[in-house]
Structure formats: C-alpha cells, structure tokens
C-alpha cells in the first residue's frame, strides 16, 4: 500500500446508488491508492459515508439541478488537479492492482496518455465474460476496446480541450475516447483489474434490467452522424500511406517509406499493417529496438498476427533476446495453418535459430 499521498483522481458520477460503498471499498483496497475520489452527485442523493484511508480524499460535489451523464463527468474533469484521472461508475468495482498497473504502465510508456485493461462482466453473481483488446483508432469507431473505468488517463488529455459531449445522453464515453484518440495511442495492460456488473445501472447500454435498445439506435445515430467523416479521413491516410510505403521499399527507399508510415501512425494509431511495414524497415536500417516495439505494439491489436510474430522473432535474434525470440516462434509455429504459414515459420526458424 501506498504511504503518501498519490498522483491519481477517481471521478465517480452518482444517482446514490447502493452500490456505491462496494465500488468506494474497492479504491480503498488499492495497491496504489488515488489521492483525490470526486463524487459528482444528483441532488437529493442518498450517499454513504465510507470509512475512508486517511490518504484519500473524498470530495462531493453537488449540483442544484440535476445533471446529465456528459455533464457530470465534465464537472468531475474540471476537479482534478492530479496528473493522472480515471472513471469509476458507481455499480462497478476495481480489482485491488488495477491503478497500479495502469500507472506503471503510464510511467513505462511516456509518449502514451492512455493505459488501460481488461474487465470481468458480471451479470448477478456470475462472470459471463471478460472484455478488452488492443486499441486501434480505426476499430474505435465500430466498438470499444474498452470501458470508460477500465482506462487511467494522463490530465493533459483534458488541458489539451478533451471533455464530454453535452449533447450526447448516451454514448458519451465512447465519443470522449473518439476525441482522445486523435491525441494519443491507447497502451493496453493485458490483465484482467476491473469489473463491470451490467445488470446493475441505469445507462441503458447493460443488460437485462439496464438496456434500451431504441436509446442504443439513437445514440449510434448521433455518433455516426458527428464521426463518419473523419473515420473516412483516417481509412484513407492508412490506405494511401501503406500503398506509397511499399512503393518507396519496392524502389529501395527504405528511409522514405519509413517516413510515410511514421506519418501515417500518428493518425492511424495501432493500425497493424501500419505496424508492420515500420517494424519491416526498421530491420532494413539495423534498428532491431525499434522494430521489437512496432512488432509489439501490433500484436496489442492483432495477438494472431502470425507475421507479426515472425517480425518479433526476427528482432528479438538481433537483439540477442533468445526468450522473446523462442516465445514468438512458439506462437507463430501454433498459429500456422496453411502451407504456406508453415513454410514462413520453418524459414523463420532456420533464420533466426
């Protein structure tokens, strides 16, 4: 446990919902414990009165109207002063090392603003399902790879203009995470540190008890309507950046094309043919390091990439990481299925072996 006051602010929207004490009991439990727990309240809300560590502050903050989902959570982003924030809603609960690994995972990834993890989904008592995947921008608009308190995200996001859209009455979350990803890359800790009980809320995006299908309609709608445009703008980047990049490389331009995609990343965030043909270079100009990370950052998004691993291995060999280099192999070896895969393997192998 955590001795001094942390870096890290859990907003929590609430209707004064019973549940709230076990999702407070779960910040107290913390490995690394948040400094600051803002608990932006409906009027009129009946709230607990947790026993809370002497190191985390609680503070309630109270509306005299009522506030829409959007709204809440802008009045909680406007409250953090820490360098780090997060989302908790109030029927769901954090295993105890969620905040520290995503912290760590901040700290060891700088250029990232967003880390985030896998999430258990309850209904009643039971787990029926885990969720969470490798984010990729393009992929972002269909679903998320993620929900919104299974993130911890640097409050530079919000200094740089990121916020909720008041219009939205659902969905609101998946369009700050829209907003968010035109700023950063999305780092993902592949654990399992929070819980979501979607027959517990009030959203309408649960499960039975908790969904309104015609609300879902309606919020995809208005989503589609705000976003289309640029998911077409950032289809067409990756696409022409791939196209010019393996042209630059078929005319021997290794720099050029690694140029291209460099470019193309920064929008394309995650992209794993992107990924890919970086890492390609990277081996091309004996920069080993870099293609390890743009081979790893791919099999985020892609874990059954099998040339993907292939590149991993390949990197891993130069960098002399006989247990990276073995490990991808073993993977790429189980993925093969068709001659041609098996041969690719067997050419790797021999290659780096």
């Not at 399902?129 to 992929?139: I, L, P, V």
């Not at 203009?161 to 659902?170: N, P, Q, Y």
């Not at 780092?187 to 517990?200: E, G, I, K």
């Not at 394309?268 to 080993?288: E, F, M, S, Y």
Request: glycine share 4%.
């Amino acid at each position: 446990m955590t001795s001094t006051p942390s870096d890290v602010t859990v907003i929590v929207r609430s209707i004064g919902h019973p549940l709230l004490s076990r999702a407070i009991e779960s910040l107290i439990r913390q490995t690394y414990r948040p400094q600051v727990v803002v608990v932006v309240a409906r009027p009129g809300a009946l709230l607990p009165e947790p026993a809370m560590s002497p190191e985390i502050e609680v503070r309630y903050l109270r509306n005299e109207t009522p506030l829409l989902r959007p709204q809440a959570a802008n009045a909680g982003l406007r409250a953090v002063k820490t360098p780090f924030f997060m989302f908790l809603d109030e029927d769901d609960c954090f295993e105890p090392d969620h905040i520290e690994l995503l912290r760590d995972a901040l700290h060891a990834q700088s250029s990232y603003d967003i880390a985030f993890a896998r999430m258990h989904v309850w209904e009643g008592d039971q787990i029926v399902a885990t969720s969470g995947s490798g984010f990729w921008r393009q992929r972002l608009w269909a679903a998320l790879p993620f929900w919104i308190h299974t993130a911890l995200c640097r409050t530079r996001l919000r200094d740089a203009g990121v916020s909720f859209d008041d219009s939205l009455a659902i969905c609101e979350d998946w369009d700050f995470w829209i907003q968010c990803s035109a700023l950063t890359d999305c780092w993902f800790v592949d654990s399992v540190t929070a819980n979501y009980f979607r027959d517990t809320g009030s959203s309408g995006t649960g499960s039975t008890g908790n969904i309104d299908e015609d609300r879902i309609t309606r919020g995809r709608l208005a989503m589609n309507a705000k976003w289309s445009v640029q998911l077409g703008e950032v289809r067409t980047v990756a696409d022409d950046a791939l196209r010019t990049a393996q042209q630059w490389m078929q005319r021997g331009d290794i720099v050029q094309a690694q140029r291209v995609l460099t470019a193309a990343i920064k929008i394309d965030r995650g992209n794993p043919q992107i990924l890919n043909w970086l890492a390609a270079c990277a081996l091309q100009l004996n920069d080993a390091s870099a293609a390890a990370a743009h081979a790893t950052r791919a099999l985020q998004t892609d874990p059954l990439g099998l040339v993907l691993w292939l590149q991993l291995a390949r990197a891993a060999t130069r960098l002399n990481d006989a247990q990276t280099r073995d490990h991808a192999l073993d993977r790429a070896d189980a993925l093969a299925k068709t001659e041609r895969e098996l041969q690719a393997v067997q050419k790797a192998k021999a290659d780096c072996l």
